[in-house]
């Protein structure tokens, strides 16, 4: 099947026809012609795809008009912005019939320093202009996953460590970087959803659209997995006058350990597609059980707030082996 991608619609079905010297040729329906502006005698270009499917571009060398959006201040503001920026907006207008408040212009600002590459390009007493200035085709999506994961992981590390050694300033780090992390996050879900809606993109970027609900699912897995670290850092700054006995720090670190590991498998096996691979991640299950029941005897004897913070953590650690394995899932 040849399929025309002026846009999205509904399917036509053409039959091929064959010329006397061999050419194989296929009508192009005229409603699609007549909207792209194709007339006997223009060019268009021809694009195959990784999964073999045939797309007709009618703009010939032509620049794409940048994708508008026109937001209005309010309650919601916030939200919006970031909705436009994930939906693949260029440039997003904040127009208001008056002068902005102090109050907006903060707001915008605040929400764009959390988007990698929004900036503000104009800017007057009653309407900001935003702009992503980034080149979406330059961010394969592989890349900003492994990139978030490092950051992820590493924040787990040194939750871990925070609550060990009762590192209040540790924990602060974990918890501030976990901004960094929401801004690669963001930037990916824009890069695939992108992808998604341009064909060409996603042939450049070897991505079909499955990939990109697969990548899309994993970017989730891996955003979780901050989540997770800036729980237990925040137990940490909450209740910063509990001390785990020796014996429990050796568990705790050990099962950080073994479900940190857990995650890199996952997170190599589903950017090489190694089923075996992600078959170690499954069988790490009986060892996560054997520490965490480790921990829990070793909290018999102690206080209630050391036992909540200690097995607080090690759910929190479980949680980061079950995400894992999520992400070795996606393999298959």
Request: aromatic share 4%.
């Amino acid at each position: 099947m040849i399929k025309v991608c002026g846009g999205l619609g509904v399917a036509k079905f053409r039959k091929i026809q064959q010329t006397r010297t061999g050419t194989f040729f296929v009508c192009l329906t005229r409603s699609w012609a007549e909207k792209n502006g194709v007339k006997k005698g223009s060019q268009v270009v021809l694009d195959e795809t990784s999964d073999g499917k045939l797309c007709i571009d009618a703009k010939v060398n032509a620049e794409p008009l940048p994708k508008v959006a026109v937001v209005s201040p309010g309650p919601f503001l916030g939200r919006e912005i970031l909705g436009r920026y994930l939906l693949g907006f260029d440039v997003v207008r904040v127009q208001a019939k008056e002068r902005f408040g102090f109050d907006v212009r903060e707001v915008v600002k605040r929400t764009m320093s959390a988007l990698i590459g929004l900036e503000i390009v104009e800017e007057t007493s009653s309407e900001i202009v935003l702009q992503c200035l980034l080149d979406v085709s330059s961010f394969p999506p592989e890349k900003l996953l492994v990139r978030n994961h490092n950051i992820v992981v590493g924040m787990c590390r040194d939750a871990v460590a925070a609550l060990v050694d009762g590192d209040l300033q540790l924990a602060k780090s974990v918890v501030a970087r976990d901004d960094e992390s929401d801004r690669q996050y963001f930037l990916l879900v824009r890069v695939l959803r992108t992808v998604v809606q341009d064909a060409g993109l996603g042939a450049k970027l070897g991505l079909s659209p499955i990939d990109c609900m697969d990548y899309r699912l994993a970017a989730n897995c891996v955003e979780a997995l901050g989540d997770v670290a800036v729980q237990i850092a925040g137990e940490v700054l909450r209740v910063n006058d509990v001390k785990p006995s020796e014996d429990e720090n050796n568990l705790l670190c050990a099962l950080r350990d073994v479900c940190c590991e857990a995650s890199d498998k996952a997170l190599k096996a589903f950017v090489s597609k190694d089923f075996a691979l992600a078959e170690e991640v499954h069988n790490m299950r009986e060892k996560v059980s054997s520490v965490s029941t480790g921990i829990e005897k070793s909290t018999q004897n102690q206080t209630a707030k050391v036992v909540q913070q200690t097995l607080n953590a090690a759910a929190c650690l479980k949680r980061v082996y079950e995400l894992s394995v999520d992400l070795a899932d996606l393999v298959v």
